[in-house]
């Protein structure tokens, strides 16, 4: 069976840090872009970030220099590297995983519609 799941989230104050990783399995990692989204309560769910397995990698504008997404192929891991945290960036996390096949780029955009998979998320809190 297809797993996503989220860990690293938590409290943390503005200006700090928080990794997120989600462990991922059940599915052919390389042939997947992986993202990262967020919904934050009475929002609407936003991509924060994704990534193809050549990692070529792809942010929202909120977070360019302040967030990086990776990914761990031999753990089928992917990550994402939170700094210079703000109260706007309180959301529920979330991976999700694209069925794009080989060759795709993460320049190409992708609707969060098109996403095969999802994680059950984990909260990211940051206070003033």
């Known amino acids: 069976a297809v797993q996503l799941v989220e860990s690293g989230g938590g409290s943390v104050q503005a200006g700090g840090s928080l990794r997120l990783s989600c462990a991922a399995s059940?599915?052919?990692?390389?042939?997947?872009?992986q993202g990262w989204f967020r919904q934050a309560p009475g929002k609407e769910r936003e991509e924060v970030a994704r990534?193809?397995?050549?990692?070529?990698?792809n942010y929202a504008d909120s977070v360019k220099g302040r967030f990086t997404i990776s990914l761990d192929n031999a753990k089928s891991t992917i990550y994402l590297q939170m700094s210079d945290l703000k109260e706007d960036d309180t959301a529920m996390y979330y991976c999700?995983?694209?069925?794009?096949?080989?060759?795709?780029?993460?320049?190409?955009?992708?609707?969060?519609?098109?996403?095969?998979?999802w994680g059950q998320g984990t909260q990211v809190t940051v206070s003033s």
């Open positions: 059940g599915y052919p990692f390389s042939r997947y872009c």
């Open positions: 990534i193809s397995s050549d990692s070529t990698t």
């Open positions: 999700a995983a694209n069925w794009v096949g080989y060759g795709f780029s993460a320049n190409i955009a992708l609707s969060p519609e098109s996403y095969n998979y």
